[in-house]
């Protein structure tokens, strides 16, 4: 069956960076893309970027471009979300998903990161 | 960006009546293709979303058949037949057509 499993909570400083892993089984990694989308608290979904699995293209959502970089590695079907400079605004639920043609259908467990002093 | 908006925000509703939530796009959401990329999604509380429906009517499987998508261009419904306690929860509708990809601002479904 499809699984994403994420990374653990996440605890970091202003300034700081973190970058969540989200490892994919159950179908073949490089056939499907990979879109991430956080959820700060009480709020509703964002979509953050998309990662094309069998060629590392990316779209990223204009208001963290410069800040963030998707990448993944094939040889272990796993992506990953790496985000820079924290501000306590990046507070939320970081979830990745599976994409197939224009939808996602499978999404991870979600990874909470909380960026505090 | 295209901007996605729900009506209502909030939906009470008794259990076994039916309910609708409303999504609006700010650009027609037909591709070249042809196809339509318009997504619902249900987040109960405490969980990950989850996939309902996909181009606008395609139910995933193991979703009742309680729940139904419909509409076109940029007007689109989400159609619950009889409310029941398990879908409390919010949805979101999400358009896949233009980057970058955008969703609702959600409608949270409560029982009366």
């Known amino acids: 069956q499809v699984q994403l499993v994420q990374s653990g909570t996440e605890v970091k400083k202003p300034g700081a960076s973190v970058k969540v892993s989200c490892r994919a089984s159950?179908?073949?990694?490089?056939?499907?893309?990979i879109s991430w989308v956080r959820q700060a608290p009480g709020q509703g979904l964002e979509w953050m970027g998309w990662i094309g699995t069998h060629n590392g293209e990316t779209h990223y959502a204009q208001k963290i471009q410069g800040r963030v970089t998707m990448t993944t590695d094939t040889s272990t079907s796993t992506a990953y979300m790496e985000l820079r400079s924290l501000t306590s605004d990046d507070t939320a639920v970081y979830y990745c998903?599976?994409?197939?043609?224009?939808?996602?259908?499978?999404w991870g467990q979600g990874t909470q990161v909380t960026v505090s002093s | 960006d295209v901007v996605m908006t729900q009506s209502p925000v909030s939906l009470p509703v008794t259990l076994g009546q039916p309910a609708s939530i409303s999504c609006r796009s700010s650009q027609n959401l037909v591709y070249t293709d042809g196809n339509t990329y318009l997504n619902w999604f249900q987040q109960r509380p405490g969980q990950s979303p989850r996939r309902l429906i996909y181009k606008v009517s395609n139910r995933d499987s193991g979703v009742p058949d309680r729940f139904s998508g419909s509409g076109s261009g940029t007007d689109f419904t989400l159609k619950i037949s009889r409310v029941e306690a398990e879908d409390v929860g919010v949805y979101y509708c999400?358009?896949?057509?233009?980057?970058?990809?955008?969703f609702g601002q959600g409608t949270k479904v409560e029982i009366k």
């Open positions: 159950g179908y073949a990694f490089n056939r499907y893309g």
């Open positions: 999400m358009q896949a057509k233009n980057w970058p990809w955008t």
């Open positions: 998903a599976r994409e197939t043609w224009g939808t996602v259908d499978f």
